[in-house]
């Protein structure tokens, strides 16, 4: 038995095993296992080595689809620690390298580099977070791996070689000298590894999950700039799809209350909701497959507007819900909520939709927007409109180190006025006559950054107006908070959905107003305050199309099987895939017809051709009638060795030599008019 394909085998059984451990893929590592054992044990040699040369782009196509349509659980038993995808990558390297066995190449031998797939995929399959003996049984994995490479590349000599000259002694123990110094460095940087595993592994995290771009502003600090960064970051990007019948308008990511060193941030205290229960829930609201519904009003459900909510880039935990929220259906078992009635998750499934309810006449809208501190989750519904008096010091706080002119410029602005109503119009007026939008906004050094807008009136974007008009606000005694989202009022026809862009990410005031409630505040111009702009319709279409697929993979991952059946149908309904098969269809046919007459044009345009064309069926038809016909698929070559092996005699032989003339003379490009000449005499005899 060939040595280096037993090393191979095992080699495979090793990676086999450290997957089915760590990531429970028991069903995969057996279908592995008993494709391995086959081509191991049986002369069964399915590719050559040119057709394995286009296996990593197949797998690579396969990959992708897989990654996007196939839940994770399908696959993989246990979660990955840093790549959501380990067991993925390191499943499709292991395919690769099975399909390796059934190769054929000289020697019946594996490519060279099959140690090199196996350390790739056992490094993917040590993405798992172990703790006490299991180290010790990943370290038994990785020394085997070595033991067998090493043994894999010793059997890699080709037979008949000459050996390699026998190795001096001195050098034998220079070489045991390395290698006892390697395993002590290693068995010491292990050890260190180890005392310091905890604090590799958070900066491991922090370096290989930084905090993504599409969160900047929604995340626990709303420093003056981070909307920005998000409007920057790729702004005609899609960042929220909205399936709702009326304009969603502002859409709350994050609300913050207390504002220092040019950063806002929300004062710590969250209690968790659970699902409710069928039976307490209108039709509209019972849970169905992986959605879970979570109430917090229980005001008349006929009043409630529905908003479907789809994600197109991963904003970890933040929700995005209008105000008034008073349920929610997300696909997750467990909610926070803060002060603000601001909901958070803490693994809100990538590219799923969530549904938000939302009512703009309330009685639970003062205590979601912020009223009181709930301590319980029976607090959302009991809880009165009068426990915004003991919130109400937090919301007017402000920082110590304050220039005293800014609170000079609120009694100037608004300290004339005896409501918060009107303390509210004046600051918002403020704003709107005395200064201009501008993306972006130049400080001077040493400067404070909010309180030289608000004195010196430079050009500035959303930030600046929402964080002003909070601290002026505050500062003539009206509760308010900072809050940042998007808003979403720009209308795609063809999909009937509205979109919300990474531009149009957006700051803005809540201000508590007694007579009102909760009132939003616009201090920023018309001009920075997010439009709809009218888009082409090829562009709308185009991202209709995407919001089906982005529904469809959802669909797939959620119901399996059977919801990909389901897709396939309805996907099937609609006119455009019927549309784009027959242009596709039509096309094929023009090619092919456009191939066959350029064809025919070179045959009939070469008189030569068209004699080697005669010359060949006047051969092959004085055969048919001697009983052996040519077949369609049969070259001359292959024809002239069936020729000689039906018979020996001189007629059979000369025939096979006059095919194989013909192929030469025909394809070599060395046809004068001679060999034309002999050629065509030899047919006739």
Known sequence: MNPQRSAGFLLVVLQAGALAYGFRTWGFSTAVLA??????????????????????????????????????????????????????????????????????????RLPVYLPILAMVTMIWTADIQVQGHIRGIYQSFALGLVVLSAAYFSTCRIRGEPAAARPSAVRNVLLGMILVAVGATAWFAASSLYANARRIELILIRMT??????????????????????????????????????????????????????????????????????????????????TRSFVLSRSAFQAWRRAEI???????????????????????????????????????????????????????????????????????????????????????????????????????????????????????????????????????????????????????????????????????????????????????????????????????????????????????????????????ATSQIWDAWRARWQRAVAAIRQGGFRATLAAAGEWLQRPEPWGVLLVLTAAWTLRRFAYRRRQASAIASDPRLREFRRLLQRMDERWRKAGIPRQPWETPHQFAARLISVSKAAEHCQAAAWYRRYAALRFGGCADADAMRMLSDESAS
């Open 209 to 290: 999950r930084p905090s993504p771009p599409e969160s900047a502003g929604f995340s626990g600090q709303g420093r003056l700039g981070s909307v920005v960064q998000q409007k920057a970051n790729s702004g005609d990007r899609v960042a929220l799809r909205i399936f709702a019948d009326q304009t969603p308008g502002y859409l709350r990511g994050r609300a913050f209350d207390t504002f220092a060193h040019s950063a806002w941030q929300t004062s710590p205290g969250r209690i968790a909701l659970d699902a409710e229960s069928d039976e307490r829930l209108p039709p509209e609201l019972r849970n169905g497959g992986y």
């Open 310 to 536: 789809w994600p197109n880039q991963p904003f970890r935990e933040t929700i995005f819900a209008p105000s008034g929220l008073t349920a929610l259906q997300a696909p997750v078992e467990q909610v926070t909520i803060d002060q603000h009635g601001i909901i958070e998750a803490e693994d809100v499934p990538a590219g799923l939709a969530y549904i938000a309810w939302s009512s703009p006449a309330t009685g639970a809208e003062e205590m979601q927007l912020g009223s009181f501190l709930p301590t319980s989750a029976s607090d959302l519904h009991a809880a009165p409109a009068t426990a915004l008096a003991t919130f109400r010091q937090r919301l007017t706080a402000l920082p110590t180190d304050l220039d005293p002119r800014v609170h000079e410029l609120a009694t100037e602005v608004a300290g004339l006025y005896a409501t918060d109503g009107e303390r509210i119009a004046a600051v918002e007026r403020f704003f709107l006559d005395n200064f201009q939008y501008r993306f972006g906004i130049d400080v001077p050094p040493q400067a404070d950054p909010l309180t030289y807008f608000l004195l010196e009136r430079p050009p500035a974007h959303c930030e600046y107006f929402a964080s002003g008009a909070a601290v002026l606000l505050r500062a003539a005694g009206v509760p308010c908070r900072y809050v940042t989202g998007f808003v979403a009022v720009e209308k795609n026809n063809h999909g009937g959905y509205w979109v919300a862009r990474n531009r149009d990410a957006h700051a803005w005031v809540e201000a508590f107003d007694p007579q009102r409630g909760w009132v939003l505040v616009e201090a920023t111009p018309a001009s920075g305050v997010p439009q709809s702009v009218p888009r082409a």
């Open 35 to 108: 494709a391995g054992l086959i081509g191991w044990l049986f002369p069964l040699r399915l590719a050559s080595p040119q057709a394995a040369l286009r296996w990593p782009l197949v797998l690579v196509v396969l990959y992708v689809i897989q990654r996007t349509l196939v839940p994770r659980a399908w696959y993989s038993g246990a979660q990955s620690f840093f790549f959501p995808d380990a067991c993925l990558t390191a499943e499709y390297f292991l395919v690769f390298q099975v399909g390796q066995f059934f190769v054929r190449r000289e020697g019946d």
